[in-house]
Each structure stands twice: as structure tokens, then as C-alpha cells.
């Protein structure tokens, strides 16, 4: 059965301080990973996509990595509007609809 | 705007009541979805339509049933609403079934008293 598990649940850190979050996955065949960004109140905000082992995506503080087991999310010198859940979801080669973990809670306080 | 526009925001209704929400894209994707999170945040899928064609329908109670009279639009019915229906439901659209990123509304939080 398809899986996805992210580390940890929540993560606090002082503005600046940067970390990295982690979505470990088994996949029938992966098609695709992506992460997620959800402010309190709102819809999933998409994020990166990954669709094999070695590739990397960046977008402003953010880096996405890509190993055949593992995803992680790199934050650099966060702010405190980096505040947010993040969310790590799969598709297998069979195109269902995305799986996805339980997230992480990213408080940055300044 | 709004890609994906989901009504109602909120929802509180009692038990045994029927409710719908609706949701429209104009992204002009050809993929649907309905989303259920939980009060721990999680987010599992429970209908997906690919041009008005039903493809996903997981295990999800008989009282739930989706429509799509177009490919722009899906709507959720619920029936005989329960307790344990209280959740966030997310609607989602993607280009297309293979692995297009999901873009979603911004739920409709449903309460059952």
C-alpha cells in the first residue's frame, strides 16, 4: 500500500534558522512527489514537484531534494511568514489521485 | 479570480439533514477531485472525475455521492448527514489524471450537531 510519512509533526525555529523537513514515501512506481504549502483556514498552495531521484527544485528560502526513498524541504534563514503546514504527497505510475502525509507545522518566530 | 471556488465556506447542519457543496474551476483542467481532512489535518482522497467520467471512489459511505455536469463543475451531496461527517472538505482540479499538480479550493467546513 502506498505510504507517506513526514518528520517531524511540528518544528519551531528562530527567524533565520534554517532546517529541513522530511517525507520518507513507499510507491507502487512513483510518478511524481509534491509538496505543499497550507496557511490556517486555506486549500493546499502547491509548491514543487520531483519526478525522479536526484532532482531538486528551488523557490525562494525553499529547496526540494529528491532521493529514491525520501523527499526533504530545505528552509534557509526562515521568516516568520514561513509559518504554515507543510504537506508531502505521491502519485504512483497508475495516475491515481495524490497521497499524502500527515504534514508538518513550521512556527518561525522572529 | 479564484481558480478553484468551492461554496458554502461554512456549513453547520444537524443530523439526518441532506447538504451539498459545489465547486467550479476555471483552469480549464480536465481533472476533478474531493478531498476529506480531518480535524488531525489529514487529507485523503475520496472521488476523482477525469471529463465528467468518475475514476477514483474510494471507500466512502453510499450517503456521499458526487456529480459533474461538466467538466468545470463538481458537486458533493450528502445524505442522512452524521457526527463523524464533520470535516474540511477540499475540492481540487489537475490538468490531467497523470500527475499534473492538484490545485485546490479553499474547503468548505462542514459541523454536524
Known amino acids: 500500500e502506498d505510504q507517506v510519512t513526514q518528520s517531524p509533526e511540528a518544528l519551531r525555529l528562530q527567524e533565520g534558522e534554517s532546517s529541513s523537513l522530511n517525507c520518507s514515501y513507499t510507491?507502487?512506481?512513483?510518478?511524481?512527489l509534491f509538496w505543499y504549502r497550507q496557511d490556517p483556514g486555506k486549500g493546499p498552495e502547491f509548491l514543487f514537484t520531483l519526478y525522479s531521484a536526484g532532482e531538486e527544485k528551488e523557490k525562494e528560502r525553499l529547496k526540494a531534494t529528491l532521493t529514491k526513498k525520501e523527499s526533504f524541504l530545505h528552509i534557509t534563514a526562515p521568516k516568520p511568514e514561513d509559518s504554515a503546514t507543510y504537506l508531502c504527497?505521491?502519485?504512483?505510475?497508475?495516475?491515481?489521485?495524490?497521497?499524502f502525509g500527515k504534514g508538518t507545522t513550521l512556527s518561525v518566530s522572529s | 479570480d479564484t481558480a478553484v471556488s468551492q461554496t458554502p465556506k461554512y456549513l453547520v447542519t444537524q443530523m439526518g439533514n441532506d447538504k451539498s457543496i459545489k465547486c467550479e474551476q476555471n483552469l480549464g483542467h480536465d481533472t476533478m477531485y474531493w478531498y476529506k481532512q480531518d480535524s488531525k489535518k489529514f487529507l485523503k482522497i475520496m472521488f476523482s472525475?477525469?471529463?465528467?467520467?468518475?475514476?477514483i471512489n474510494e471507500t466512502v459511505p453510499n450517503r456521499f455521492s458526487p456529480k459533474s455536469p461538466d467538466k468545470a463543475h463538481l458537486n458533493l451531496h450528502i445524505n442522512s448527514l452524521e457526527l463523524g461527517d464533520s470535516a474540511v472538505y477540499f475540492c481540487?482540479?489537475?490538468?490531467?489524471?497523470?500527475?499534473?499538480?492538484?490545485?485546490f479550493g479553499n474547503g468548505t467546513r462542514l459541523t454536524v450537531t
Open positions: 481540487a482540479s489537475s490538468r490531467d489524471r497523470g500527475g499534473s499538480p492538484l490545485h
Open positions: 472525475y477525469n471529463n465528467k467520467e468518475l475514476i
Open positions: 510507491v507502487s512506481g512513483l510518478r511524481g
Open positions: 504527497a505521491v502519485i504512483n505510475q497508475a495516475g491515481t489521485a495524490l497521497i
